[in-house]
């Protein structure tokens, strides 16, 4: 299997440790520029598409395989250990911050640290957790994509992204959502947004940066603090930012914190 066409691979840096980044839902590769050059001259950085997205290999994509997002989890254990040198830490964004979580539980001890931006391991509100959206919300925001997904894509995406003042990055979102094939980018949304990972962040042992924006429509600031009181080693850091996407519309906060956090693993190969 050629994972750098499947994935759309691509590797640069040096560095004693790896890091991994793994975009979002209806996003790719290309929005981690902001954020992942600057830390090639310390990591070995390895970027890629989760099948479906981006340039990724839209001929590998299995609806059975990725129904769940344990699929995707799958294929990144793939690109750990194909491409990966030493301690590896997992830079996820939203979904892909619970793809990497399922990474984490099917292969022990591989993974040394996650760096969550945006995460929520549930969606939905229960009696006791909230997550930001009532189940009849989100049945209606699947209703509305599997009717009219590139309306959706233009009303939401800009909502998504907030950013205000940076309309250059709503735009971008946008147009990303609306070059993702619509069936696909539908699978996936109901992958996402109907997920349950509570029971998977419970008690993880890797350390985790937990890193959330203080307004967020997807994952408002409760689902970082919940994550933050389960994940017994966590740091939760709230950046100062309006949106989903701080990786792209406060990349400087989100470099100083990661740049903290990671310091551990700069010293030697292996992440002592």
């Known amino acids: 299997m050629n994972l750098v066409q499947r ?4 590797v640069s840096g040096q560095g004693p440790a790896t890091l991994v980044f793994s975009h979002g839902f209806g ?9 992942a050059p600057s830390f090639a001259d310390r990591f070995k950085v390895v970027i890629y ?7 990724s290999d839209l001929a590998a994509y299995d609806k059975i395989k ?5 699929g995707y989890a799958v294929d990144l254990v793939d690109i750990i250990n194909q491409f990966a040198d030493g301690p590896v830490i997992l830079v996820g964004h939203s979904v892909s911050a619970m793809i990497g979580v399922l990474a984490d539980r099917q292969a022990p001890g591989r993974i040394a640290g996650h760096v969550m931006i945006g995460p929520s391991p549930c969606y939905i509100d229960t009696d006791d957790y909230v997550g ?20 959706w894509s233009s009303n939401m995406a800009p909502a998504i992204m907030g950013a205000p003042g ?12 609306c070059r993702t094939d619509p069936d696909i980018a539908k699978r996936f949304a109901r992958a996402t947004f109907m997920a349950d990972n ?34 017994p080693n966590s740091v ?15 990349p400087g906060a989100c470099f100083d914190s990661m740049s903290t956090f990671l310091h551990q693993w700069e010293g030697s190969a292996n992440g002592a």
């Not at 996003?27 to 954020?35: A, E, N, V």
């Not at 598409?49 to 340039?55: H, I, Q």
């Not at 009532?134 to 009219?148: F, G, M």
């Open 27 to 35: 996003c790719d590769q290309s929005m981690w520029r902001y954020l």
């Open 132 to 151: 930001g959206f009532k189940l009849k919300d989100i049945q209606s925001l699947l209703d509305t994509l599997d009717s009219n997904y590139l309306g």
């Open 166 to 177: 940076q309309p250059a990055l709503g735009e971008e979102l946008t147009n990303s959502f």
């Open 236 to 250: 939760l850091c709230l950046v100062d930012n309006v949106g989903h996407c701080p990786h792209m519309s406060a």
């Open 66 to 70: 990725y129904e769940r997002l344990s």
């Open 7 to 10: 994935n759309n691979v691509k």
């Open 198 to 231: 509570r029971a998977d962040v419970n008690g993880l042992q890797t350390p985790t940066l937990i890193l959330q924006s203080t307004d967020d429509l997807i994952a408002p600031v409760a689902v970082g603090e919940y994550l933050h009181s389960v994940i």
């Open 49 to 55: 598409d989760l099948v479906g997205a981006g340039g």
